[in-house]
């Protein structure tokens, strides 16, 4: 019931780009995404909603397709800030969170 | 401030002696729930609730209770912890819907020896 995310894990110079995936075998309604910091809480990056609707509040954009209840979050121009382990929450009749991505971004 | 507050931060203790995690929410959520987090497992669901007197199984709920009694509190209870429960753990709370964010507490570290 977990979404799988995947890479599992992924290094990049700054300044790369990335895309993360996160796959459910469970029909979805929404997709959220956070970001980790080693040590410390997830932090909200955006929702994805049935329909089209994207709601965030960071420089990171994400595509949700519904049919094949997979979504991707896009990292452009990466950022030494943008490390940490990424997280793909899916929303059906309950709310689980996937696998996890490992992103280090190096100087 | 919004926020989830989670107590203790870190906890050292031996098999088999009770513990409880507490967690609070000052955002008048309805949804809240527990998450263990274990290196390359993700975020794993331990319970969770939708409205008070309303608590279900995730998808490791064996040796965890929960209650919520009121809207804003969500303890997490080990009656007889084991040292598989080392672990770290967050509790979240959101409005109910699909387009809403969870907020996380900082987590509690815990470890059973």
């Known amino acids: 019931q977990q979404p799988v995310q995947s890479p599992q894990a992924v290094i990049l110079r700054e300044g790369e780009d990335a895309v993360i995936n996160c796959s459910s075998s469970k029909a979805l309604y929404s997709v959220h995404w956070y970001r980790q910091k080693h040590g410390e809480a997830p932090v909200f990056l955006m929702i994805l909603l049935k329909g089209g609707e994207q709601k965030g509040h960071e420089k990171i954009s994400a595509s949700f397709n519904e049919k094949k209840q997979q979504s991707s979050l896009y990292l452009t121009a990466s950022q030494l800030s943008y490390s940490g382990t990424y997280f793909c929450?899916?929303?059906?009749?309950?709310?689980?969170f996937g696998t996890g991505t490992s992103l280090t971004v190096i100087p | 401030e919004a926020q989830v507050t989670q107590n203790p931060r870190y906890l050292i203790t031996v098999t088999g002696k009770k513990l409880t995690v507490t967690c609070s929410q000052n955002m008048n959520h309805e949804y809240m729930s527990w998450y263990r987090q274990d290196p390359g497992l993700g975020l794993r669901q331990i319970y969770y609730?939708?409205?008070?007197?309303?608590?279900d199984k995730g998808d490791v709920p064996e040796g965890y209770k929960v209650s919520r009694k009121e809207k804003r509190n969500f303890p997490l209870i080990l009656e007889s912890p084991s040292p598989n429960q080392t672990s770290l753990y967050f509790c979240a709370s959101s409005f109910l819907g699909q387009g809403t964010e969870a907020f996380f507490g900082q987590g509690t570290r815990l470890t059973v020896v």
């Open positions: 929450g899916t929303v059906g009749n309950q709310f689980y």
């Open positions: 609730s939708m409205n008070v007197e309303v608590t």
